[in-house]
Each structure stands twice: as structure tokens, then as C-alpha cells.
């Protein structure tokens, strides 16, 4: 890998700032066309926004990746399978496709990453300290479960403003952190690329250009691509044949959404409810019950995921055993889901 950053700053520079310009002037065209978020009982937000924050991030990503010394040929695959993605959670937003409908398209797109792309997920790491958890025969089935459970797991942590987009600018630095310190040969231009777009999406979410550029969503296309794009990257990293990471170290680096999912699901299941069954039981909801502003929310999960991340990052940069890294992610889990527990049910109780 190259590390000389001089040949990304253009692409760089271009991909923020066609991001931000394509939420500018889309931003009228999906209000005329009720590409937007209504507010209800699990929104909070006042009147409509535009769901088009997703459509920016891959305009700016393509543009980016475009100019660069690449191009897209090498990269075809991955763009191949984001284009239905793309389209499908644009007519998500659009009109609310079925769950079974959303979760088709995605098994497609996994196949095509499976066999055009040839990114699989064919061992779990040396886990327990026996040898390299191998999967002869079943990678197909586990690569799509855990492509799928990532992407939705996304979907449902993007509930407040910045949350999902910042989650995510986090796993792509702690990559580029884990391939600049290990000076490892590996191509990272799609996540440079990537991280910039998501950084020029996260500042209009976030309001920071006032009435200048009015606020947008991610949108399930948004969140969709994301997750997609973090798990193509991370599957790619370690499961090549000299791989960058370690899987467990992935779990690591996108610990809050996932860690957020299987909570959840716990919860759901131990109150006899579908895990499936919409709620205001995400950590984001929990603690916002409690009565703390969106941005105290969003900084604090922000600081958590930066620290898990960052300590993932260490753990594997020091190459520190696997069947360690996997207790330790476990444990944070335990306290992470009973301290969420005691919350959720001390706020019921206070509202009963």
C-alpha cells in the first residue's frame, strides 16, 4: 500500500464537497417528491426531512473514487452490489417496502459479493485458543447472516441525529489506524474516499451549516450502503490470504451496533415480544428517557464507540491472542447489557 496521502487529497477533497453539494441542490426535488421522514411516535423530529443523506454519500464516494488514480474498474464488484442496494432503500424510503422484500434484495447483493466479488467469511479466528474456527460448506449461509445483521443493525441505531454516521467514521479510522501503524499492504483509498463522504453528510445532519443546507436523514438507503460498504471492507481485511486483522478485531471496531442489536433482542425476548416488534428500547432511546439532550447522547455513544474501538485497535496492533480479545468483548457486552437493563427498567418504572 501506498501511503503517500498526497495522491488522495483531490478525490478526497471532492468527494466531501460533492456530498454536501448534492444534499444542497436535491434537497427541494425530494420534498416535491415526499422522499422524506414524517415525524410519529418513534421520531421526534419537527415536520419533514429529506431522505436523501444516503443518495449524497454515494454520489460524493463514486465522484471521489471516479478522479482518483484508480478508477472504478478494479472496484466494480463492490459498486455492482451497492447499485441495488441503492435503489432498493430509495423505494424503502419512498414507500416502506416489506421486511421479507428488503431482506430478498440484500441476500441477492450478498451473493453477488459472494461469488463476483469473492468476499466470504470462511473462519471465525482462533477464538478459543484450539485453531482457527473453520467453516467448510456453510460460508455462503454465515457470510450472508452477518452481512445482514450488520446492515440492519445500522439501520437501527440510526435513531438520533449523527449517531449512525459518526459509529461509522469511527470503524473507518480504526482501519486506517490499524493499516497505518502495522504498515500492512493494503489498498485503502475506498475507505478514505468512504470517510470523507460520511464526515460531509454528518456535518449537514448535524446542522452545523444553519439554514445555508438544510438538515437531512441517512435514510434505509443510507444506512443500507454503510453497513454494506463496512462489511465488504472488514470481510476483505481478514479473510485475505495475508489478512490486515483478525475477525474478532471487527467486532471490536463496530461494537456499538452490534452490541446494540443483540441487546436488544435479549430484552424483547426475556419480555416475551418479537425481537422483530419495533420499540423505543435502543440505547439511544434509553437514554434519552432519562431525560438527556440528543447531542449529550450522541457525544456519549460516541465516546464509548471511540473506546472500544481504539482499545480494539491496540489489542490487535500488539497482537494480543484472539481468545483474550474474545473474552474481553464479551465481558464489555455483560456490563454493557445489564447497565442498559437497570436503565430501561428504572425509567419504566419512574414513567409507570
Known sequence: MNMNLDQHVVPVFVTFITTIFFIYICYNFSLRIDLVDNPNWRKNHKGKIPLIGGLAIIFGFTFGCLISERGLTEWRPLFLCMLPLAVVGVIDDHGDLSVNKRIIFQVITCLIMFYYGGVKISNFGNLFGLGDINIDGIELVVSVVCVIGVINALNLIDGIDGLCSSVSI??????????????????????????????GFLIVNLGIFGRLINKVFLGDAGTTIIGFFLCWYLIKLSMSPDPILRPICAV?????????????IFRRLLAKKSPFHAGRDHVHHILLSTGKSQYFVLILLSIFSILISGIGVFLEV????????????????????YALQIIYFRTKMKNF
Open 170 to 199: 469511527i470503524t473507518c479510522l480504526s482501519i486506517l489506524t490499524i493499516v497505518k501503524i502495522n504498515e500492512t499492504p493494503a489498498e485503502i483509498s475506498l475507505v478514505i474516499y468512504f470517510t470523507s463522504a460520511l464526515i
Open 252 to 264: 471490536w471496531i463496530l461494537a456499538l451496533p452490534i452490541m446494540d442489536t443483540i441487546s436488544v
Open 318 to 337: 500488539n497482537a494480543v491472542p484472539e481468545i483474550y480479545m474474545f473474552i474481553g468483548i464479551m465481558i464489555i457486552f455483560l456490563i454493557y447489557h
